[in-house]
């Protein structure tokens, strides 16, 4: 499959971006500049030692690609998808973002609108398949080359069975993970909501901590 990932400049989306690509796929990463994706695309491949990761702009990624990961911070989110819906008509659109905010307390879930950010990018892209996943798997194991097994579970969410089971295919991309279906998209804000959780255990243990979900073999 040939995935875009919007926003892949970030370490969300790299990481994402080397496992993929690591896995066989073609991967393309988006920025808002073109120049910046095409720079990270080049350091990725080089790092990856494969021709498999090329970059340039959100709006050449949307329209290449054939599902589209989107790994912005919730503040880019509404806007970037607006922009680009026309492009990602008839595709698989993964969102991994989570609306969280921080103070002097730790992470919290931020309140949205429609739910989640999965809803709100489903309502923006009415012609698109949405599918929430990859909200839990940090990004800095993802991207660091020394990590080759991952006990995590990826949770997917979405109202397609084909799209869920394609992008549950995806996330066993990522060495040892396995992709598990978890209910509609009316049920990913608890998803995103989880991360601040998460993050809390990171900050207080000093790990980078995942979801394991048990009972399923
Ligand atoms: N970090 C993690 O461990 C992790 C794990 C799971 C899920 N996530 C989710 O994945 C998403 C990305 O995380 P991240 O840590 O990679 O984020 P990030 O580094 O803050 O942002 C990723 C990229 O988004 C672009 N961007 C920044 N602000 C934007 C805006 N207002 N509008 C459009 N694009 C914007 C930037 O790329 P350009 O400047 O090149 O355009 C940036 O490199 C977040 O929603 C996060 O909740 C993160």
Do not use: W
């Not at 290449?64 to 008839?90: D, K, R």
């Not at 995806?170 to 990913?188: E, K």
Request: net charge negative; with cysteine; hydrophobic share 45%.
């Amino acid at each position: 499959v040939k995935i875009g990932i919007l926003g892949g400049t970030g370490p969300q989306g790299r990481g994402l971006a080397r496992r993929f690509a690591a896995a066989g796929h073609d991967v393309l990463i988006g920025s808002r500049t073109a120049e910046r994706g095409q720079l990270m695309a080049a350091e990725d491949a080089q790092a990856d030692d494969t021709s498999r990761i090329t970059g340039g702009s959100n709006f050449d990624v949307a329209a290449a690609a054939e599902l589209v990961i989107v790994a912005v911070p919730y503040a880019g989110h509404a806007g970037l998808l607006s922009a680009l819906a026309t492009e990602l008509v008839g595709k698989i659109v993964v969102d991994c973002v989570n609306p969280l905010g921080f103070d002097h307390h730790g992470p919290f879930p931020l309140r949205v609108a429609a739910g989640s950010a999965a809803e709100e990018a489903q309502q923006l892209l009415p012609d698109s398949t949405v599918i929430a996943a990859f909200h839990h798997v940090s990004a800095v194991l993802l991207d660091d080359p020394t990590v080759d097994h991952f006990a995590d579970d990826v949770l997917v969410l979405g109202e397609d069975r084909e799209a869920v089971a394609i992008v549950c295919e995806l996330a066993a991309a990522i060495p040892g993970a396995r992709g598990i279906y978890a209910g509609r998209l009316r049920n990913a804000g608890q998803v995103e909501a989880f991360t601040a959780n998460l993050i809390a255990i990171n900050r207080r243990y000093k790990t980078h901590a995942g979801l394991a979900i048990t009972g399923v073999s």
